[in-house]
């Protein structure tokens, strides 16, 4: 099992970022699929999810209409991707793809997931 994350980077502030998620090893075309973020000295938050048939999106306030989230692929090869526009230096987190059969509504109360990356760095700079 395995979620490899991918296109992380440093980018000026304004700039943008495509995150990928490679999920591969599990049927993840039955798990809801999303991002959570930790800033150093903080925990970790929610940031977006999407339902396993990509019908339904959730952002947390703070992506403020500049991330959008989405996923293709099916049974054992899904990959979503996040696409973050309009970035600025609050947005300087250690980016984690998750997986989970827990509703998406509930991620923004509960991290706990079935299965998570490593994690890619994001880095605004001002």
């Known amino acids: 099992v395995q979620l490899q994350a991918s296109g992380g980077g440093l980018v000026q502030a304004g700039g943008s970022l495509r995150l990928s998620c490679a999920a591969s090893g599990r049927t993840f075309s039955n798990y809801n699929m999303g991002w959570f973020r930790q800033a150093p000295g903080k925990e970790r938050e929610f940031v977006a999810a999407i339902t396993e048939t990509g019908s339904s999106t959730y952002y947390n306030y703070f992506t403020g209409g500049r991330f959008t989230l989405s996923r293709d692929g099916a049974k054992n090869t899904v990959t979503v991707y996040l696409q973050m526009n309009n970035l600025t230096p609050e947005d300087t987190a250690v980016y984690y793809c998750?997986?989970?059969?827990?509703?998406?509504?509930?991620?923004?109360?509960?991290?706990?997931?079935?299965?998570w990356g490593k994690g890619t760095q994001v880095t605004v700079s001002s």
């Open positions: 998750a997986a989970a059969s827990l509703a998406p509504s509930n991620w923004y109360i509960s991290n706990a997931m079935d299965y």
